[in-house]
């Protein structure tokens, strides 16, 4: 059993930067691909940043390539969303996702999901 929980989501400006977290707690992190994954109004979940649990290997969607970098610290049981040049296209709820494959994992296939945390890019 995983729990994670999002942190650092807020209100930037275009240009901005800001870092997201995901907590989990469960002495198995460490053996989970984990994913970021966003949802704006009106749309549906779009799976954009996933890394090996080794950290060996990273995926981005090419709407955040070049401009976000997902990373995890296994020691500290966190997963963490580096998000620079944002856009107001960026606004939507965020999430991150654990499990167990990493290529269902990119998929958004979870097999655990933390709770969101809002990002709003004002232009």
């Known amino acids: 059993q995983v729990q994670l929980v999002e942190s650092g989501g807020g209100l930037v400006q275009a240009g901005g930067s800001l870092r997201l977290s995901c907590a989990a707690a469960g002495r198995t992190f460490s053996s989970y691909a984990m994913g970021w994954f966003r949802q704006a109004p009106g749309k549906e979940r779009e799976s954009i940043a996933a890394?090996?649990?080794?950290?060996?290997?990273?995926y981005y969607a090419d709407s955040v390539k070049g401009r976000f970098t997902i990373s995890r610290d296994n020691a500290k049981n966190t997963v963490y969303l580096q998000m620079n040049s944002l856009k107001p296209e960026d606004t939507a709820v965020y999430y991150c996702g654990a499990g167990r494959s990493y290529s269902n994992t990119r998929l958004g296939e979870c097999d655990y999901w933390g709770q969101g945390t809002r990002v709003t890019v004002s232009s």
């Open positions: 890394i090996r649990w080794s950290g060996g290997s990273t």
